[in-house]
């Protein structure tokens, strides 16, 4: 039976009844569950997708956010511990990835795979310092990365509503440090944007240093949020690698 915290956590845009597998999806900094409505609907009824609303926007922004991964991921463990009755994968998006990663480390049993995608690996920093900056600082690095509705950032009310979930989301990665020598054992595979700011291919290829298992990068052409216009190479990639967890009742 699902724990009422669930329906607050998690959203099923296509119910999947008989999915082979579920896809756990973690926005962006600033980002919702709504944005994954598309994967959603090209993944059913294969795969069922529940895509995580973080506390703080759209209809929890009433909500006080959570301004670390590790917050972020303790909650997360619990609300996730009813879906193990089949294949549980991650899919993680900029910021969503290092949550992915951390809730795969926790995890009572290794999810079938880790999907990383536009971020670079957990072991590589930058001396970022966006969390502290001013509102314009702020509205203008969402600019250069792209994925931000460009009226909602031309609308000081709007601005006003969604800052403080957009700042405390800044805060959390940018404060993340990975453990030393804690490793997966779990499938990696890394989408990364060939001209993304924020991740060279390189920091992206890192990430086969943070499991035991196989490790797949996949570079295509576009920017930090490259997946919008590239959504069918890497829906084909998602669902090659499931059906391979499912056949197989786990692991590709």
Avoid: N
């Avoid at 990835?97 to 049993?109: D, F, K, N, S, T």
């Avoid at 957990?122 to 509102?135: E, Q, T």
């Avoid at 509205?139 to 969604?162: C, K, N, W």
């Avoid at 499931?242 to 056949?247: E, K, Q, R, W």
């Amino acid at each position: 039976m699902h724990r009422p915290d669930a329906e607050k956590w998690l959203r099923r845009f296509e119910r999947a009844p008989d999915a082979r597998a579920r896809l756990v999806c973690l926005p962006h900094a600033g980002g919702s569950a709504s944005f994954f409505f598309p994967l959603a609907k090209a993944l059913a009824p294969a795969v069922e997708v529940l895509a995580v609303q973080y506390p703080g926007r759209q209809d929890r922004r009433h909500e006080p956010p959570v301004d670390s991964i590790g917050g972020l991921t303790s909650r997360l463990l619990e609300v996730l511990r009813p879906f193990d009755d089949r294949p549980l994968a991650l899919f993680g998006h900029s910021m969503g990835a290092i949550v992915g990663y951390e809730l795969a480390l926790r995890l009572p049993a290794a999810p079938a795979h880790l999907f990383a995608s536009g971020r670079r690996a957990p072991s590589r920093y930058r001396d970022d310092d966006v969390r502290g900056a001013s509102d314009e600082r702020l509205v203008a690095e969402l600019r250069t990365l792209g994925g931000s509705d460009a009226a909602m950032l031309a609308d000081p009310e709007l601005l006003a509503m969604v800052l403080p979930a957009i700042r405390a989301d800044y805060r959390a990665v940018e404060r993340y440090r990975h453990e030393p020598g804690r490793r997966l054992d779990c499938p990696i595979t890394v989408f990364t944007g060939d001209r993304d700011p924020r991740v060279s291919v390189a920091e992206a290829r890192a990430w086969a240093e943070h499991t035991t298992g196989p490790s797949d990068l996949r570079v295509l052409p576009g920017g930090h949020f490259f997946l919008v216009d590239q959504a069918a190479p890497m829906i084909e990639a998602i669902t090659e690698k499931l059906a391979g967890a499912a056949l197989t009742g786990g692991r590709p």
